[in-house]
């Protein structure tokens, strides 16, 4: 796992999408550029004007939510993208004027599978994370946002291109090289299992439905692989803790992962340990009776 933080501060919602949509917000109006086209048998698509021989014409900002079967949109650049059965997709165009202008994919929930030729400045987010293109170069991700924020990352083939993953509200970034496969727990940058097993797109070959598959992907990430230096880390959660018999005294500490890191380093701690209870045994009893004694001679 590659963690680094740097020293500036994330920027503002809005101007991230600007970013990520890759230009400034302001610039000279031009025509839309087509993103691509989706069956409208597919999916039930938000925002396209037109539609051509039973398929929506993708330009500017649309949605595409994939009815019960996978919906592959076919981009206008070359390449595809699956959206996963009911798994709901934004697509937004860059208003740069060039051949191929930065995309960007923002995925509510659900599973996509992205096969293209990439181009800098290329995103991909989720609600919890921010996926980068670095550099161009032939895209083969797989991406699945569980219902718990879990997010399974596949950055597929020894030629793909180096993905930058931050978190839009804090300072964390993580590099995911060509053919990482990881899995971000709960979408946290901080909780990483930096080698994933489960697959992340589409859940047709498995046959489970994709409603199942993001029930619960934590546990059976967990049984295929326990990822014990997590949990030496404090990274991954520890095996519950027995309760205390009646009338014996137990402490029990517990410290839940910060979603900010920098609100977190920053924040006080106000946690002040309990004082003992008194031992009220015979052999102690004894021992301040002859202290006082003493104390007294």
Do not use: W
Not at 86 to 105: I, K, N
């Amino acid at each position: 796992m590659r963690l680094r933080t740097p020293s500036a501060r994330a920027l503002s919602p809005v101007l991230l999408l600007a970013c990520a949509l890759g230009g400034p917000m302001a610039g000279p109006l031009r025509a839309q550029q087509l993103i691509g086209y989706v069956s409208t048998r597919d999916a039930d698509v938000t925002g396209a004007k037109d539609v051509m021989e039973g398929r929506a014409v993708l330009t500017g900002s649309v949605s595409v939510t994939a009815r019960d079967h996978t919906a592959p949109i076919e981009l206008a650049r070359g390449g595809m993208v699956r959206v996963c059965q009911t798994s709901v997709l934004h697509l937004s165009e860059s208003r740069e004027v060039m051949v191929a202008a930065p995309l960007l994919f923002s995925l509510d929930g659900g599973a996509i599978e992205i096969e293209t030729k990439a181009t800098a400045t290329d995103a991909v987010m989720t609600p919890d994370l921010r996926f980068t293109v670095r550099t161009g170069g032939p895209l083969d991700l797989r991406l699945r946002v569980a219902r718990n924020g879990d997010t399974c990352v596949e950055n597929r083939g020894a030629g793909a291109p180096v993905l930058e993953v931050s978190d839009p509200f804090g300072d964390a970034t993580y590099e995911l090289a060509a053919g990482q496969h990881v899995l971000f727990e709960h979408g946290s940058l901080r909780e990483v299992v930096d080698h994933e097993t489960s697959p992340c797109g589409c859940p047709g070959a498995s046959g489970v439905p994709l409603a199942d598959a993001l029930m619960a992907p934590a546990t059976a990430a967990a049984a295929e692989h326990p990822f014990p230096v997590a949990v030496s880390e404090g990274l991954a959660p520890v095996a519950e803790v027995p309760q205390a018999p009646t009338g014996e005294v137990h402490a029990q500490v517990s410290e839940t992962l910060s979603y900010n890191a920098q609100a977190s380093s920053d924040a006080p701690s106000t946690a002040t340990p309990a004082p003992a209870p008194p031992n009220n045994d015979l052999a102690h009893l004894v021992g301040r009776l002859f202290h006082k004694i003493f104390r007294r001679g």
